[in-house]
């Protein structure tokens, strides 16, 4: 390669990192790795300038264009590496390979630790080894399995790092874990995703991280495990829901085509706050019921307010009635947080929803992120703080507001 393409490609590399670290204050073994680690190996099929921006870099869709598996955002990434907390001489299981991170993770864990890479796609782990090999990471072990399971082979691992979007806590991976280790997990959490940072304590996940990434979808058997359910309400709009919710399909379409009740908060909310991760994850811990709503302002109808798209805003119902958030400008860039109901219970709903949101805003907006704490499905949770319970096919989720 001519000095010049080199110096080209450092220069962009360099300054990727700087954007990274703008957006993601990491620790300075994360920013060693970030500088060593060549991108566009990674990437032979994209350009270099694609290459060294902070995006994702879809490398396999499936038939219908959904990906499958991808090459994550840079500052996603630098971001769960913070919450891995990876040290040199480490053994270190990836669920989801793409080559880019596991490099990442073998300059952490250094010479001394090893990599364990698994995909459950045969494409992909060869294209994986493939990159690897490329950059001179040959020490990586690059393996067809699926994640569901983990890797007892070369089990236990210090540190668990699960790249695709997990709607289950399978028990292959606390068990292949040490006490004291630690698990990243990009966890679906009532239509929500939040990358989770966990403790082990041999019994019990703690959470003491938390993000809002998601990342591809998990496949194979924990995809089975559960999965969410779309409830098409009406033309252009759809609820999507955890399996483990009731909702009347039939009775919902028919609170939508009714009349609405239209409710202000009070509560505003400005970009650069990023304030609406915390406020949708309060709800989906105190409402009886809560799901993601999708659809457009003209889908509901013109005259009521925006309700953005594609990744839906907060929404609860009863048996036949609807409520969900909606955001109209407040000034400057500024929006108000309302809600919308329809159904004969409207005017209900709209109290509840209102009322939330406006604790959140007086209590819970700027605080910590909750705590979530993972036990088996068979533990006793007789000494655990109340809070919302979460069950999973082979977890129980307790999700505290400390």
Sequence with gaps: MPASA???????????????????PVSAPVVAALRAVPRDLFLPDASTEEAYKDNVVVTKR?????????????????AMLEQLQVEPGQQILEIGSGGYNAALLAELTGPTGHVTTIDIDQAVIRRARACLGTAGYTDVTALINDGHFGFPLRAPYDRIVVTVNAPDIPPAWTTQLVTGGRIVIPLQLRGLLRTVGFSWDGEIL???SMRPYGFVRLQGAGARASSPRMIRIADGIRLDIDDDQDADPDALRGAISGPSHIHSTGVALSPAADALPSLDLWLATVQPTYGRLHGTDTAIGPDLPLLPTPAGVSACWSDDSLAYLTFTPAGGTGVEIGVVAHGPDRYRLADLLTYDVRVWDAERRGGPDPTIRVYPTDASRASAPPGRLLTKPSAQLLITWD
Excluded: F, M, N, Q
């Design 62 to 78: 499936d038939v219908y264009g959904a990906p499958l598996s991808s090459v994550s955002r840079p500052s996603t990434v630098a």
């Design 6 to 24: 080199e110096a080209s490609i450092a220069l962009l590399h360099t300054a990727l990192v700087d954007l990274v670290l703008a957006k993601e």
């Design 206 to 208: 703690t959470s003491d």
